[in-house]
């Protein structure tokens, strides 16, 4: 059985070993140990890469959690995908939101910047 350390998952996924045990500390990696070695499995390495995945999607760790514990192997996830779809749905929804505050954002900017300009042109 293939078995990996905290440091190949850092270095395989690009992230701190730090990170890597506040992901167990959360329970959502489950290593074995070795003395004071943890030694992950190769569903922990799934594990991790999901929970990853879901955080550059925008996701909480607890809404991963509960997306990665809904896998059943050999099933349709028929509940889990349902479960993924909200969450990518529900961030869209909040990233569009962010994009229309950016642009009224740069908008009020843009005006103020255009006054500056013109009372420093009728002062000049």
Known sequence: MTQYSISQLSNEFDVSTRTIRHYEDMRLLFPTRRGQ????SPSDRVRLK??????RLGLSLDDSREII????PGKTNVDQLKKLIDAIQNQRIKLVQ????LSMLLK??????ANC???LKADG
């Open 98 to 101: 962010q994009l229309d505050d």
């Open 69 to 72: 514990d809904m896998y059943e």
């Open 50 to 55: 999901l929970i990853l995945r879901g955080k």
């Open 117 to 119: 300009i013109s009372a």
């Open 37 to 40: 070695t943890r030694i992950y």
């Open 108 to 113: 009020d900017l843009d005006e103020a910047e």
